[in-house]
């Protein structure tokens, strides 16, 4: 080729080139025994002289077979390799690309040949470059690793079998997790769609597949492996799926994981020719489970998978895990996220899975029943396939129309948290921070109950730290030494997948669990302490609180427990030892706090309608909301609308020290109908009672005047202060025979509640 190239970078001399070689084929501590002076190498390369048969048989008894194949591989010349193997009798087709790693395997087999000869061998290299060789060798490991992952137990389905292409949706891979794509807007996001091996290694060659609990990271690398064993015959690659919860610091990844699952397939890949296969980069390893990986056993397969890793650089690694504390310290990986599904993918999902039933009616079901008002506050449900497989699976027992909150999600979590992979053979799930998942979930249920009733449904691992150890219950386990934070978290997320990591925060899968447990764990609590968490409620806004299913199912999981402890003693502090009237005044004042009504002047409206040949817009209705979480439910509870709307009252006594709002007028031209009309404008009690100073900073110019160009009020919005009131009961009589009047809400309600009050004393009497 000329002295201006060569076929090993950076060695031209005719005196390197044989030092290269047996350097390359010795281990350091054999490197004394080799010539010193370059003048004995030049000799071996001109053919003059020969080394000695104790060199070659030092390359026998040492040959480092790994090493020299690494090392060639990393220095042959690209530019002039396809000339290099012609000369080694190596044919190449036309647009064949040259496989470097195979070539130095079969280099270092010649290398070998040479040594065993003592400077004499056969030519070998074309025997041992055989691409298609590592192709047809395994139909075994094909038939029966097919065998094994081509069907599926239907999760929740109680064992029945499909073909997993038949069923399966894949995730769309997206290089960025979800929570952080709008703060990395400047790194452009790599998605795959439709996901294969080939695409992911164009990404990279060491993924980490990363996803919360029931995402479908295992049901993925089972699709990966049989795409890829699928198109075996024609791309000699061979997958191999190795489950990693079996792991220990006393296991060798490479043997104890890797061969013995290829072997347990076909017996011909044995130690020797699956390391053949690694060497040659023909191997595609399929990781699961690594967040089950014992913590003791963290730093051993690190180590591992990195020397795996170093000594076999030219396969493709696929590990799938939940984001967690191993895979953080796992190097030269890059990360792939499981993105939740989309509703055209839950669409899919739920079509495959009813595929063989001929209830049409049943598919559109369950479709709108995803749809609907409930599921869509619980998106998950849709988004979550492990979720989603299990609603179409058990519909209609799970649907909470026909049956209840508290049986859906009871029945959602037995599910999970005690059946989920069981179709995963020889995995028996196992809690960290527990014995089994009864101890877990006594520990987890106080955990949401302290953290539902703060209103906490996220947590940085400082507010997580502080909730946990403030837990009664973790002290009372049979081991409590192992009810760790840590523990805890690894169970909440990756063995019960109740919880997931998102960032530096943790979050539940779904609040419906949290309320579930919360009811659960106070249904099951003692009548004080049930009793206390019913008058903290007596205070606390309704809008602290995201709907009221925690409490419904509560209430569900005993009517008589709700009833005794939360309605009795609130109605009991409204109602007992008073007459009617601060009986009534009591409840406006304990259920509404602030009541607002308004007063507009009829007749004014009428004269300045009639005057200007102009249209009143009415006032927009004060709504008077409940003021506590335990008034709303209560009034749920009985039909009573939360919020009520007090009608004008024309003929209510106007009460200054009540007065917080001056009601006006502003001309307007409504280009929607061509009509003048009369706008309200709602003036503060202070700009009322100074209308001077208010025109001078205010624009005014098109506000209602009378006459005198006073500007016109037409009525006042008044809130009352129930307090004032009780202190002297006879100055606001006729407001209260107004708000007793029959055709008012306000006091129908108050009627039905003590009614129902009245029948709680007679229900528990004691």
């Known amino acids: 080729m000329g002295r201006s190239t060569g076929g090993i970078l950076g060695h031209k001399s005719k005196e390197k080139i044989p030092e290269y070689f047996m350097r390359a084929a010795l281990t350091e501590d054999c490197y004394d025994c080799l010539p010193t002076s370059n003048s004995s190498y030049g000799k071996w390369f001109d053919g003059t002289r020969n080394p000695e048969n104790v060199i070659w048989s030092l390359v026998v008894s040492h040959f480092n077979e790994d090493g020299f194949i690494d090392k060639i591989t990393r220095d042959l010349n690209d530019s002039v390799l396809r000339n290099i193997m012609v000369s080694f009798k190596i044919e190449l087709h036309e647009g064949e690309t040259p496989d470097k790693r195979l070539f130095a395997y079969a280099l270092s087999k010649q290398f070998y040949a040479i040594a065993q000869g003592n400077g004499n061998a056969d030519d070998v290299v074309d025997y041992f470059y055989k691409p298609d060789a590592h192709i047809i060798s395994f139909p075994e490991y094909v038939e029966r690793t097919k065998s094994k992952y081509e069907k599926i137990e239907t999760p929740f389905s109680d064992g029945e079998e499909r073909l997993l292409e038949d069923v399966y949706v894949c995730n769309i891979l997206s290089s960025r997790l979800a929570a952080t794509r709008n703060r990395h807007s400047r790194t452009q996001e790599k998605t795959i769609q439709n996901a294969n091996l080939d695409l992911i290694s164009e990404y990279s060659r060491k993924v980490i597949l990363v996803a919360n609990g029931g995402m ?207 179709e995963k053979k020889g995995y028996s799930r196992v809690f960290r921070s527990a014995q089994n998942a009864e101890e877990f979930t006594k520990i987890f249920r106080e955990f949401c109950a302290a953290t539902y009733i703060k209103h906490e449904v996220e947590f940085d691992l400082d507010t997580f730290d502080e909730y946990f150890n403030n837990l009664v219950a973790k002290d009372k386990l049979e081991n409590p030494k192992i009810m760790t934070s840590k523990n805890f978290i690894h169970d909440a997320c990756a063995t019960a997948c109740m919880m997931y990591e998102e960032d530096i925060k943790l979050l539940y899968i779904d609040p419906g669990f949290q309320e579930y447990l919360f009811a659960q764990y106070y249904f099951l609590a003692a009548p004080e302490e049930l009793e206390n968490l019913g008058r903290t409620l007596w205070d606390v806004p309704v809008t602290d609180f995201d709907g009221y299913d925690a409490f419904e199912m509560l209430y569900e999981f005993s009517s008589e427990k709700f009833e005794r402890y939360f309605f009795k003693p609130y109605l009991q502090s409204i109602f007992d030892g008073k007459s009617e009237i601060i009986e009534f005044i009591s409840f406006l ?178």
Not at 673 to 689: C, E, M, S, T, V
């Open 216 to 422: 479908g990271k295992s049901m993925m690398l089972q699709h990966l492996f049989l795409e890829s064993i699928n198109k075996h015959m024609q791309t000699g690659l061979l997958p191999i799926l190795i489950e990693l919860r079996d792991f220990s610091e006393n296991n060798d990844l490479l043997k104890d994981h890797i061969v013995k699952t290829a072997e347990m397939f076909d017996r011909k890949l044995n130690s020797k020719k699956v390391m053949e296969l690694m060497t040659s980069g023909k191997c595609q390893i399929l990781m699961d489970g690594a967040d089950e990986i014992d913590p003791s056993d963290m730093n051993a397969f690190q180590r591992q998978i990195d020397e795996l890793v170093d000594r076999y650089p030219y396969n493709q690694y696929v590990m799938a895990s939940r984001e967690c504390d191993i895979i953080k310290a796992v190097k030269g990986f890059a990360k792939l996220y499981l993105r939740p599904f989309s509703r055209e993918q839950s669409s899919a999902l739920i079509n495959n899975l009813l595929e063989e039933s001929e209830d049409e009616a049943i598919r559109n079901e369950i479709t709108n029943y995803m749809e609907g008002e409930y599921l869509q506050k619980h998106k998950v449900f849709a988004s979550n396939p492990m979720l989603l497989t299990f609603v179409v699976m058990k519909y209609p027992i799970v649907d909470p129309f026909q049956g209840k909150k508290r049986l859906f999600y009871r029945t959602v979590y037995d599910a999970i948290v005690c059946g989920h992979d069981e």
């Open 589 to 766: 004042r304990h259920g509404y706090r602030e009541f607002e009504y308004q007063v507009v002047d009829t007749d004014i409206v009428a004269m300045c309608v009639h005057k200007n040949n102009t249209e009143w817009v009415p006032l927009k209705p004060i709504i008077a909301e409940p003021s506590s979480i335990i008034f709303s439910i209560l009034l749920g509870h009985l039909n009573i609308p939360s919020f009520l709307s007090l009608a004008v009252l024309d003929n209510a006594i106007k009460y200054p020290e009540f007065m917080t709002v001056g009601i006006f007028g502003e001309n307007y031209f409504d280009p929607s109908d061509g009509k003048n009309k009369i706008l309200p404008r709602r003036l503060l009690r202070q700009d009322a009672y100074d209308l001077q100073a208010y025109e001078r900073t205010h624009a005014v110019e098109n506000y209602v005047r009378d006459e005198n160009q006073h500007l016109v009020c037409f009525g006042h919005e008044y809130k009352i202060d129930f307090d004032q009131m009780l202190e002297a009961l006879e100055n606001y009589s006729d407001l209260i025979n107004i708000l007793k009047s029959p055709e008012k809400d306000v006091w129908n309600a108050y009627c039905t509640v003590k009614g129902y009050y009245e029948e709680l004393i007679r229900k528990y009497s004691d």
